[in-house]
């Protein structure tokens, strides 16, 4: 669901948001890295 405001965007575009070839922003990054540090313990 897009909302039109009250959602903190730290970046203009992410792959999470518009799906194109942008790759994704730091954010997303460091969760995909935390998710996958936490499952090769």
């Known amino acids: 669901m897009y909302e ?3 959602y903190y965007r ?3 575009d ?3 948001f518009t ?3 942008v790759g994704f ?3 997303c990054r460091r969760a995909i890295e ?3 540090r936490m499952y090769a313990k």
Do not use: F, K, L, W
Request: glycine share 6%.
């Open 25 to 27: 922003c730091a954010v």
């Open 4 to 6: 039109a405001r009250g």
């Open 19 to 21: 799906r194109d070839e």
């Open 34 to 36: 935390r998710v996958i």
């Open 14 to 16: 992410c792959i999470m």
């Open 10 to 12: 730290p970046q203009q």
